[in-house]
């Protein structure tokens, strides 16, 4: 993809160049495998994280590792939400403290 090309793609002032990366990666091998490569080491951080915590008794030795992690990434998908106007920063701020209230106090109050 040329240079040329990449800019326009990205124009709108909004757009995160997060987003420029993954649509990129969708149409180029190349950045696909970097942007892969970066992403399954970023979470295996993550989920060594989460084990920790676990370990040291800051999250619920029920959890799973894994699932946790999972979830914790999930909120990452707030980011084109909150771009697109889809909800307010606010509440994915609340739907976020509420879940980690609920990870790291081991009471779900989301029910």
């Known amino acids: 993809m040329t240079t040329r090309r990449r800019r326009e ?9 997060r987003s420029c990366v993954t649509l990129e990666a969708l149409h180029d ?8 490569h970066g992403l399954v080491q970023g979470r295996a951080l993550v989920e060594q994280l989460v084990r920790q915590a676990i370990a ?3 999250i619920d030795s ?8 999972n979830l914790l990434l999930a909120l990452t998908g707030f980011a084109p939400l909150i771009e697109l ?13 509420l879940y980690l209230d609920r990870l790291f106090s081991g009471n779900d109050r989301s029910a």
Do not use: F, K, M, Y
């Open 9 to 17: 793609g990205c124009r709108p002032p909004r757009r995160s160049p």
């Open 29 to 36: 091998e190349a950045v696909h495998e970097q942007a892969r």
């Open 56 to 58: 040291d008794g800051h």
């Open 62 to 69: 029920h959890c799973d590792p894994a699932t946790e992690t």
């Open 85 to 97: 106007d889809v909800i307010r920063p606010l509440d994915a701020l609340a739907a976020i403290d």
